[in-house]
């Protein structure tokens, strides 16, 4: 499926995110719904996430991974029933992976991709717009919960998710005929507050640390190199896909770390389509999976995998390692040293 991907300007794009409200077209985020008496068993046999204490009505972040603990995806999962479930993918087939994993599981599970394209409703005015259409009773929605009402006759799931690092919903359309009616009932709805037709800004996302699937982490990227193992329950009960490997990563620990960078000179023109290598002196100490200038923190700001062993800097989760060096554009590289 193809993604709407320019409304003009991507700076002008970001700056109406963060400081009015953007609406994208996110139909490409395809779901994989599960549906069945061993429907929540199935779920959780997918992800290494504890779902024993999500309720119908809930939202979770998740990793989906393979027997190796490599990531297949990362999808919201959102709970529509008691057995019905959505999982909104990222850029990935989940809808085989889980067809292939429930022909072998012995469990009695249906699973299809229901036809409920999203739209993504972002930033600080985005519930100001959302009062505006369901009334002041959305704002009781809470943060990852999601409810299932109708706007003018059309029938949705609202749920407050979204990628963007600002406040924000995502409205999927359970009647894919009224689809033109939706889009133009919300950017109606929202000009008052200034509302834009957008995209997905590289910009924010990359300053919240919002990971990409394919940019950021793939298939060969495990949970605990990213710092995501607050999404990864070793000791519950419940089995899933992964589990022993997961547990042999973590008690062997692991080689390299995500982390967050500044890449000194000229503002970036675009960003990256490629990872670059990112060195410490002739040596490559791993590599730079996404970098955009920011016009707000007025320098480059990237995400990166750098090994382990260079430097306590590079070690931290958290910290923000600074790249001292310059742009290679004929070679497509970081050259620079880490200093704290």
Request: some cysteine; proline content about 5%; aromatic content about 8%.
């Amino acid at each position: 499926m193809y993604i709407p991907r320019d409304f003009g300007d991507p700076v002008e794009n970001f700056w109406n995110l963060v400081e009015r409200a953007i609406l994208c077209d996110v139909s490409v985020e395809r779901q994989v719904e599960v549906t069945g008496p061993d429907a929540a068993r199935f779920v959780q046999l997918l992800t290494p996430r504890n779902l024993s204490n999500c309720q119908v009505g809930q939202c979770k972040y998740v990793l989906l991974t393979s027997q190796d603990g490599g990531i297949i995806n990362d999808p919201v999962l959102l709970r529509l029933g008691e057995n019905h479930f959505w999982l909104s993918l990222a850029d990935s087939d989940g809808l085989l992976w889980a067809k292939g994993v429930a022909t072998f599981a012995g469990m009695a599970v249906e699973i299809r991709e229901p036809d409920v394209s999203p739209l993504q409703l972002q930033g600080p005015r985005s519930l100001d717009i959302m009062k505006a259409m369901f009334g002041d009773d959305i704002e009781a929605l809470k943060y990852f919960w999601l409810i299932e009402t109708a706007l003018d006759g059309i029938p949705v799931v609202v749920s407050r998710t979204g990628w963007s690092s600002e406040r924000g919903y995502e409205i999927y359309l359970r009647d894919s005929r009224l689809g033109d009616k939706l889009w133009e009932t919300i950017m109606a709805a929202g000009e008052p507050f200034g509302l834009q037709p957008g995209h997905t800004s590289t910009i924010r996302r990359i300053e919240g640390a919002m990971l990409s699937y394919h940019a950021d982490m793939d298939i060969n990227t495990n949970p605990f190199e990213l710092g995501l193992d607050r999404l990864v329950d070793l000791d519950m009960k419940s089995e899933f896909i992964g589990k022993q490997a997961l547990r042999s990563i973590r008690a062997e620990g692991v080689t390299r770390l995500q982390v967050g960078l500044e890449i000194e000179g000229q503002p970036l023109a675009r960003p990256n389509e490629k990872h670059w290598p990112l060195r410490a002196g002739s040596e490559d100490v791993g590599y730079v999976t996404s970098a955009v200038y920011s016009p707000r923190l007025e320098k480059n700001i990237a995400l990166g995998i750098a090994r382990i062993d260079q430097g306590a800097v590079l070690a931290k989760r958290d910290a923000w390692a600074r790249i001292a060096g310059c742009m290679r554009e004929e070679a497509g590289s970081v050259v620079g040293s880490v200093i704290v």
